[in-house]
Nanobody, 125 residues
């Protein structure tokens, strides 16, 4: 079992930045591909960015490419999402996810084995 806990969400003005963290416990996350998803009310949870277990592959959704950067520190059992140039449409609950499947970092919800509880990100205009 892997427990995932997100932190770093909050309220920020458009154009600002936030850094999300996902701390894992229970098992070393070095054996998992991981990703960030986000969800707004009434919509499906969507893939934002992923990272392979080695960190060598980091796919992004087109909507966040060049603004968000995903990274991981396996020694600290932690994954990060640096979010720059935030826009109101980035407002959502952000979820950390982990999978035992070898995905190259790109995940769909059905491949996720473990989810965090989510952290709210609100971007005001």
């Amino acid at each position: 079992q892997v427990q995932l806990v997100e932190s770093g969400g909050g309220l920020v003005q458009a154009g600002g930045s936030l850094r999300l963290s996902c701390a894992a416990s229970g098992r070393a996350v070095g054996g998992y591909d991981m990703a960030w998803f986000r969800q707004t009310p009434g919509k499906k949870r969507e893939f934002v960015a992923g990272i392979s277990r080695s960190g060598g592959s980091t796919p992004y959704a087109d909507s966040v490419k060049s603004r968000f950067t995903i990274s991981r520190d396996n020694a600290k059992n932690t994954m990060y999402l640096q979010m720059n140039s935030l826009q109101p449409e980035d407002t959502a609950v952000y979820y950390c996810a982990a999978t035992i499947h070898i995905s190259g970092g790109y995940l769909t919800s059905d491949l996720v084995n473990y989810w965090g509880q989510g952290t709210q990100v609100t971007v005001s205009s």
